[in-house]
């Protein structure tokens, strides 16, 4: 498969899509010069009416790619109605998206609308009242759509991003039932970091001679470097602090496997000095607001989140990303990291397995291609025994929690093996 480097033509700048004069002063103010691959690649194809095969991770300019031909088509024709409607897997993609059409679209009188729960419905009914474009997750939108306070009748671009995830999160079968709704004369672009069968059969099933565009989907990015640390699992937070010590970290964006961890975990890297933050399902939407803004804004220096954060974080000047709890699939594995090196800037990517990881890190390779590199640290004291394993001492069990010369005992240093093979 084609990397980004091998598909680029290297377009100058934007002026060559012949964007509306409002537009292309949008574009200039936010500051794009060059387009991505994503963008060279997908947006001629969109202004032409084409429907979109997009094959892109995260971190590629792929929500750019499809909101200024969007704008650029809104912006000409008669406004009145729901005309675009995004469909995304979270509400923090959601926002992201949303704010991109606001960002490039200012002036233009087009207004863009999210919908996603958590939130109060009144005020989302009120604005629906006058939108153009509708960036919504799918649970929420059918609760619009079976209380008539949305119509979809005259949207003329229908979007599915991260469509994948959406499969992953349960959400086809809503997918479906909202499809039914839109005009069957309109034009779809779908996007996937992945083509799973299920994604293979729902593109075919909606898309009509689709144009196939794709960058970077099977590898991390170039400007990512990226290593496993082999850890017991006892042993990951000292770990990750001695990685936040020795690395000289910015900004960090650390993953665990579920809510209950990435909470204690923050609350672990408080503790120890660092500004810290944790968004995980269990926290109210402006909860998680404030923490994404505090992180992009430099108030936090580590963000802690599950999953739910894997894609859709636009924080272009991310570090490191810090895998504490190994993904669950090779494919979140790339779009966890993508959340570093962002927009051509270098990143560092690190993760902690453990000896029960080994099958999925083999599965990572297979998926890139080749062996990740695995680290040690040799100030680390890999020797250190668990706390909450009993051990015999002078006929009788003790705990090392509460006996620490017993640990001691065990307290010798020694270098981590090489448990991957």
Known sequence: MAGINNERRYILNFDTFSFHPSIAANIAAAGYEVPTPIQEMAIPKVKEGHDIMGLAQTGTGKTAAFALPILNRLIKGKQGGVRALVIAPTRELAEQIHQSFETLGKKT????????GGVGINPQIQKLRSADIVVACPGRLIDHIER???SLTKVEVLVLDEADQMFDMGFLPNIRRILKHLPKARQT??????MPQEIKQLASDILKNPSTVQAG???PAETVSHAIYPVAQH??????LELLETSDPGSVLVFTRTKHRAKSLEKRLAAAGYRSASIQGNLSQSRRQAALEGFKSGEFQILVATDIAARGIDVSRISHVINYDIPATPEAYIHRIGRTGRAECSGEAFTLATKE?????????RLIGSEVEQRTISTFNYGSPDPDIKRPSIGRVVSQRRFPEVRNSYNKRRPAAKIFS
Do not use: E, G, P, R
Not at 235 to 240: E, G, Q, R
């Open 357 to 365: 990881d080994k099958d999925m890190v083999k599965a990572i390779n």
């Open 217 to 219: 989907v099977t590898a």
């Open 235 to 240: 042993l990951k937070t000292d770990l990750l």
């Open 109 to 116: 009188n087009i207004k863009s609308v999210t919908v996603y």
């Open 148 to 150: 008539k306070t949305i």
């Open 189 to 194: 672009l779908l996007f996937s970091a992945t």
